[in-house]
Every structure is written in C-alpha cells, then in structure tokens.
C-alpha cells in the first residue's frame, strides 16, 4: 500500500497533471492531500471530527470545485489536469495515513526503502517503452540537472523527513506544514515560468486554504 500510494500512482498521477496545468494549480490541488488524509483518518476511526472541522472540510471541497470549475480559462491549467492533480492528493493521503501505522514495525529508513523498490517496479514497467525510444543525446546538461535535482531533493530527502516527521509529530500536524507548498509554489512559479494570477484564481485558492486550516483545527 505504502509503495503503490507513495510512488507507483502518486508519481504517475502528479507527472501526468504537472504536464497539462500550471505549477500553482498542482501545488494548490495537491495541497489538499490533509483534506484526503483527514477524512481517510475520520473514516478509519483514527481520528474524528469536530463541526468546524466538518465545516472546514465542505468549505475546502467548495474551493477545489470552484478552482477546478474555472479550468477553462488558461491561467487555470486544463481540467484533465487538475483532475489529475487532486488524484494525486488522494494517493498520498492514502500514503500519509497508511505510514502512521508504520512505526514500532518499520524503521522510517526501511519503510522509505520498501516504498521505493515497490512503488518503481510498476512505473518502470509503464516507462520502459519510452525510455528506450529517448534520445539521451540530445537531452540539455541543464536538463539532466533538473533531472537529478527533481529526484534526490522531493523525493530521497523529502521523503525521509516526512516519514520521520509522521512517526514525531503524527498525521495532523505533520500535513498542516503542506499549506506552504501553494503559497511558495505561486512565487515560485511567477518568478521562473511567468504565471499569472486572475481575481478569480486567488479567490479559489483562498478559499481552499481557509478550508484546509479550519479542517486542521477542527480534529482530534
């Protein structure tokens, strides 16, 4: 479970929705991942909701709806996109809340360890055609330097911090620090890809965020 929801259909699911929205929209849908995992925990007995934490839920999804509803326009990102994204948000609640049950059977090293070789097999199994049809040549040194950055930054280091900050801090407070990603993610992506932002993009976002903080604070 670890390995599948972590990497084998996080990774396929994020990879796909970064390639057809923008670098927001995927930090802000995949953001929503504590939204998944709350409501996974909920369901699972782990943890349980108060009413504002129940109203926070309703008003995070009506920010995801509305974000996702003005798709069509081009600042946006497409639907399929989008859609994409917050499956991806799904898997790695699934992840999240799977990995709180790990400690006391599983060092964070070899859980990260395990969820890795699993979670490849399959995406090297979709990716083998391709790998061999590109043309490795022709691939840019500043390219390749994304490449190995994109790899041992979110994923080796990333992911060792956020299994060993689960297993300290636990699910709830350990996801509160995924806020941060769309704020960073929304500098980020105007200072290098020059994305812009309309009235009714900020809206949408900030409506998910205050969901998302209202949920945070309304669980036990």
Request: glycine share 10%; charged share 5%; net charge positive.
């Amino acid at each position: 479970l670890l390995a599948l929801a972590g990497v084998g259909l996080y990774q396929w699911f994020f990879a796909w929705g970064v390639a057809r929205t923008s670098g927001f929209a995927a930090a802000l849908l995949n953001s929503t991942s504590p939204l998944f995992s709350a409501l996974f925990a909920v369901l699972a007995g782990l943890e349980r909701w108060t009413a504002r934490g129940a109203a926070g839920a309703g008003l995070a999804y009506a920010g995801v709806a509305l974000f996702v509803a003005s798709s069509h326009a081009a600042e946006g990102g497409s639907l399929a996109g989008n859609v994409l994204c917050l499956l991806s948000a799904a898997t790695w609640a699934v992840y999240t809340v799977a990995a709180a049950r790990i400690p006391g059977r599983l060092s964070p090293l070899q859980a990260q360890f395990a969820t890795f070789v699993g979670g490849s097999i399959p995406l090297f199994a979709y990716c083998a055609p391709a790998m061999a049809r590109q043309d490795y040549a022709a691939v840019s040194p500043g390219t390749w330097a994304i490449l190995v950055l994109s790899a041992v930054v979110p994923l080796v280091v990333a992911f060792r911090v956020w299994t060993y900050a689960i297993s300290v801090l636990g699910v709830s407070a350990t996801t509160s620090y995924g806020f941060l990603v769309p704020v960073i993610a929304g500098f980020s992506s105007a200072l290098w890809t020059g994305e812009t932002f309309g009235i009714e993009k900020l809206l949408s976002a900030a409506v998910v965020l205050a969901g998302l903080a209202l949920t945070k604070s309304g669980r036990r």
